[in-house]
């Protein structure tokens, strides 16, 4: 929301994640903004307790492919949570619609098919600077809040 600072979190409401493992997913579309957001939770997790060595990153050509980069890491079966790190803005052809639609849906997919979790941290604006704005700008860093729900969602025991 544009009321809400993305970088915002009281560290006394969050686990420790020195023992927790992430995966993170990032694509080299808008690289400029998904740059920003890997930043914003890279420091995040080292700031909770996660050792840098105990997160990995891969790279993915656009954020249609962030659920097989999700899938490919969670068929590893190593990571506590995984992080899909996107930005898809408004064209002029419904091609946003087709890809923002399949990124939700499959790493939905994932999270309903799959023990481990998957963190939607994929910006949808509308034009850059809402991008700009969410990524690090004026209304903070989503990698920031999707690092947070990471090390919450991987604090969960389901059996």
Known sequence: MATTNLSSYDKTTIP???????????????????ENLFKGAQETLIDCGTL?????????PGSFELVYGAK????TQKY?????????????????DFVCQGVTNGIMDLNIQCKTPTIF????????QQSIDRSGGKHGNKGVE??????????????
């Not at 490919?72 to 068929?75: I, V």
């Not at 690092?147 to 059996?159: E, G, H, N, R």
Request: glycine share 4%.
């Open 16 to 34: 420790n994640a020195k023992d927790l493992r992430f995966g993170i997913v990032v694509s080299e579309w808008n690289n400029d903004i998904t």
């Open 52 to 60: 840098e060595k105990n997160i990995h990153r891969i790279d993915v």
């Open 72 to 75: 490919f890491l969670l068929n």
């Open 80 to 96: 506590d949570a995984i992080i899909a790190i996107g930005c898809v803005i408004q064209g002029e052809t419904k091609h946003f």
């Open 121 to 128: 941290c994929v910006l949808t604006d509308n034009n850059k």
């Open 146 to 159: 999707c690092a947070v729900a990471a090390i919450k969602m991987a604090s969960l025991q389901i059996p």
